[in-house]
């Protein structure tokens, strides 16, 4: 699929950024990661029927998009929360997305804003492979996990066994994922414009932690979990005491 220029973008990221990003698609190791990414997912979806488990952050928007090349019209399982839609324009950028690539899509709404989509469905069991945004960059736990049973791997127990882990976007850092937003264009919730760029790399997140008002402090924390949870773990596990 052709890039776009990355002046088209939906949402109002700052041209700086834009420009920055679009530098990154370039790179040979942006490249890399791309083709080993759509390998992953050539060969995953060669395993038994699939599903894009979708967010509607950054990253399971990418892995979406990605699977979509492949299969057009992949089951896309989203597990809306009504609450934490409010905070977002999720809605707004659902159907921004759709109305360009159109999506086999499947909504559970509930009040839980936690949960395993596939079990809370028994999706896994008519669709055994799950294509999920996960990262190693996100958390510590998660990079154990991906280390440890790699970006394809079948549950051996529990309420998923038999069925299938797929993480294509396991090694990818967060330039990645907004070099391949920039690249192609894509609708993001606008929540993420409001993301420091400058600090995210080094994650000093002098914009919160400097900040003199504790209770705003802890207000602003509990908005990134609903708003960018990849964003929320990474400052659990690596700054415990902001919290």
Not at 77 to 82: K, L
Not at 217 to 229: C, G, I, M, V, Y
């Amino acid at each position: 699929m052709a890039a776009h220029k990355p002046g088209n973008m939906l949402n109002a990221m700052n041209l700086e950024y834009k420009l920055m990003f679009s530098g990154w698609a370039k790179l040979p190791k942006y490249r890399e990661k791309l083709v080993r990414s759509r390998l992953i997912i050539q060969e995953a979806l060669t395993i038994d029927k699939a599903y894009v488990a979708i967010s509607w952050g950054k990253d399971s928007t990418v892995l979406l998009h990605l699977a979509q090349q492949y299969q057009p019209d992949i089951l896309a399982a989203y597990h809306a929360h009504v609450e934490r839609d409010m905070i977002a324009n999720y809605s707004e950028t659902i159907d921004k997305y759709i109305s360009r690539f159109p999506t086999n899509l499947m909504v559970l709404e509930t009040d839980q804003a936690d949960g395993n989509i596939g079990a809370a469905l028994n999706i896994h069991k008519e669709y055994p492979v799950c294509f999920l945004g996960l990262r190693a960059e996100e958390s510590i736990n998660r990079r154990r996990s991906l280390k440890q049973y790699g970006a394809i791997h079948q549950y051996g127990s529990g309420d998923l066994a038999g069925s299938w882990r797929v993480c294509p976007l396991a090694w990818w850092g967060w330039k990645d994922i907004w070099a391949y937003i920039v690249a192609h264009d894509l609708p993001y919730l606008n929540a993420y414009d409001k993301v420091d760029f400058a600090s995210h790399e080094s994650r000093t997140t002098c914009h919160i932690s400097k900040s003199t008002n504790k209770q705003r402090q802890a207000t602003r924390l509990e908005s990134f979990k609903n708003l960018s949870p990849e964003y929320y773990n990474y400052l659990r596990n690596n700054y415990p005491e902001m919290f």
